[in-house]
């Protein structure tokens, strides 16, 4: 299966990778304020221009990047990228993790998680009322930052039809995904980019993460929730910028 990639500008390649539910165009407002670089927005499986087939979602993302590229990866979009950066590291130069962490289920020697009942009634959701449930994972990405109704119509906007089979597998992965023993093994250059107001993701989860990585920093961004990249386009392209140009 081929993804959907819109590519843009000139220089070094990024690969940008939203959450669920969303596609490339989350990006919009950050990769117009990039310069330098050879900017690849993907569609995941399911969603936004890529249609939903079986299979491996990090595989599928490597093989249509076979050349050395940074990753830049939101909540999902994140666990993707770290897990790409893992399985194939002499490809990827230099990872980015917006509003990531490492296990987004809470789960035996991990509480900071959301609790496996929330995620199963999105999963519940999905089936019989999908608008209203995606409408509610907005409402929670925008709670806790400076303009939680300004967000949440931004994300509104961004989110597009997406395909049942993109969520049900997103859903998955956000269940069963847990790399806390991985992120150890990750020694390229990370940076850690997270809302001080996350009510999804809570910011020790990335602070954790950031303690585990061999050669990782963090930035928190005060009054800001799940989706810096929307929120605070400004400041976390100046701290993209700085980051990969080091």
């Given at each position: 299966?081929?993804?959907?990639?819109?590519?843009?500008?000139?220089?070094?390649?990024?690969?940008?990778?939203?959450g669920?539910?969303?596609?490339?165009?989350?990006?919009?407002?950050?990769?117009?304020?990039?310069?330098?670089?050879?900017?690849?927005?993907?569609?995941?499986?399911?969603?936004?221009?890529?249609?939903?087939?079986?299979?491996?979602?990090?595989?599928?993302?490597?093989?249509?990047?076979?050349?050395?590229?940074?990753?830049?990866?939101?909540?999902?979009?994140?666990q993707?990228?770290?897990?790409?950066?893992?399985?194939?590291?002499?490809?990827?130069?230099?990872?980015?993790?917006?509003?990531?962490?490492?296990?987004?289920?809470?789960?035996?020697?991990?509480?900071?998680?959301?609790?496996?009942?929330?995620?199963?009634?999105f999963?519940?959701?999905?089936?019989?009322?999908?608008?209203?449930?995606?409408?509610?994972?907005?409402?929670?990405?925008?709670?806790?930052?400076?303009?939680?109704?300004?967000?949440?119509?931004?994300?509104?906007?961004?989110?597009?039809?997406?395909?049942m089979?993109?969520?049900?597998?997103?859903?998955?992965?956000?269940?069963?995904?847990?790399?806390?023993?991985?992120?150890?093994?990750?020694?390229?250059?990370?940076l850690?980019?997270?809302?001080?107001?996350?009510?999804?993701?809570?910011?020790?989860?990335?602070?954790?993460?950031?303690?585990?990585?061999?050669?990782?920093?963090?930035a928190?961004?005060?009054?800001?929730?799940?989706?810096?990249?929307?929120?605070?386009?400004?400041?976390?392209?100046?701290?993209?910028?700085?980051?990969?140009?080091?």
């Open positions: 299966m081929k993804l959907h990639v819109e590519s843009e500008g000139d220089g070094r390649d990024v690969v940008l990778i939203h669920w539910g969303m596609n490339g165009s989350c990006w919009d407002s950050l990769s117009e304020r990039l310069s330098g670089y050879r900017i690849h927005l993907v569609d995941l499986p399911g969603h936004g221009a890529s249609g939903y087939c079986e299979g491996d979602w990090v595989e599928m993302l490597a093989e249509a990047f076979p050349f050395e590229v940074s990753l830049c990866g939101w909540s999902l979009g994140g993707l990228a770290m897990n790409w950066a893992f399985r194939y590291p002499e490809r990827v130069k230099k990872l980015v993790l917006l509003s990531t962490t490492p296990c987004f289920v809470a789960r035996e020697g991990w509480h900071l998680g959301v609790s496996a009942e929330l995620l199963e009634s999963s519940r959701g999905i089936e019989k009322d999908r608008e209203e449930t995606l409408r509610r994972f907005l409402f929670l990405q925008a709670q806790g930052g400076e303009d939680e109704k300004g967000l949440y119509r931004k994300l509104q906007k961004i989110a597009k039809e997406t395909e089979e993109g969520l049900r597998k997103g859903l998955r992965l956000l269940e069963n995904n847990d790399f806390r023993k991985e992120s150890s093994l990750i020694d390229m250059p990370v850690l980019i997270h809302g001080r107001g996350d009510r999804l993701i809570p910011p020790e989860a990335a602070q954790w993460l950031c303690g585990e990585m061999r050669n990782a920093e963090i928190f961004m005060p009054g800001c929730a799940h989706a810096p990249l929307v929120s605070h386009a400004d400041a976390c392209a100046s701290l993209l910028t700085e980051f990969l140009d080091g």
